[in-house]
Structures are given as structure tokens and as C-alpha cells.
């Protein structure tokens, strides 16, 4: 089934930059597709980002430009370069594994 560790949340002042990452086990990652998402309070989970197991990637328009989704499958792990970060993009950031594997989630705030 597969297990997701997320890891490099944090607060970032607007304008700033971080890079999450997500680390699989327990599955065969290289042939999965993966992707993050986000849930800021009060409105529903959204998609970020995806990455197919062939490396073609697709991203919501609000992070377009600023966000890149890529992945290592010699690490099991998926990565989310996020820059010029705003405060709208404060939320809980959730790694996926295609279909309905989860991460625990880690939290990104983007504020002065």
C-alpha cells in the first residue's frame, strides 16, 4: 500500500522560498504517480501539483511559475520547490500517491 513521510514545512516570510519533500516506503514509487496538495482553514483540500512515474508534470494555476513538483526514484522521494511564496499560500501541504495514499502533512505559513 505505501507509507508518506512530508518534511520542510515551516513559516516563510512572503516573497521567500522552501522545498518540501516527501519520502514513500512500502511501495513500488518509481512506477507511481504522485502528488501534493493543500487544505488552508475553512476551505477544501485543493491539488498543487502532480508527477506521473514518467516524469510529466501538471500544476494548478495559482502555483504556476512558482512551484516545481520533481521526484527521485533512487530516494523514493518526491519534492515541491515552491518561490515567491505568498500569504495565500499558507496551508497544511499533503503528499499523494496516486490513488489514495496520504501523507501526514506538514505546514507551510507565509507571513511578515
Known amino acids: 500500500q505505501g507509507q508518506l513521510v512530508e518534511s520542510g514545512g515551516g513559516l516563510v516570510q512572503p516573497g521567500g522560498s522552501l522545498r518540501l519533500s516527501c519520502k514513500a516506503s512500502?511501495?513500488?514509487?518509481?512506477?507511481?504517480?504522485m502528488g501534493w496538495y493543500r487544505q488552508a482553514p475553512g476551505k477544501p483540500r485543493e491539488l498543487v501539483a502532480t508527477?506521473?512515474?514518467?516524469?510529466?508534470?501538471n500544476y494548478a494555476d495559482s502555483v504556476k511559475g512558482r512551484f516545481t513538483i520533481s521526484r527521485d526514484n533512487a530516494k523514493n522521494t518526491v519534492y515541491l520547490e515552491m518561490n515567491s511564496l505568498k500569504p495565500e499560500d499558507t496551508a497544511t501541504y499533503y503528499c499523494?500517491?496516486?490513488?489514495?495514499?496520504w501523507g501526514q502533512g506538514t505546514l507551510v505559513t507565509v507571513s511578515s
Open positions: 508527477i506521473t512515474s514518467g516524469g510529466t508534470t
Open positions: 512500502g511501495s513500488i514509487f518509481s512506477i507511481r504517480h
Open positions: 499523494n500517491m496516486w490513488p489514495d495514499v
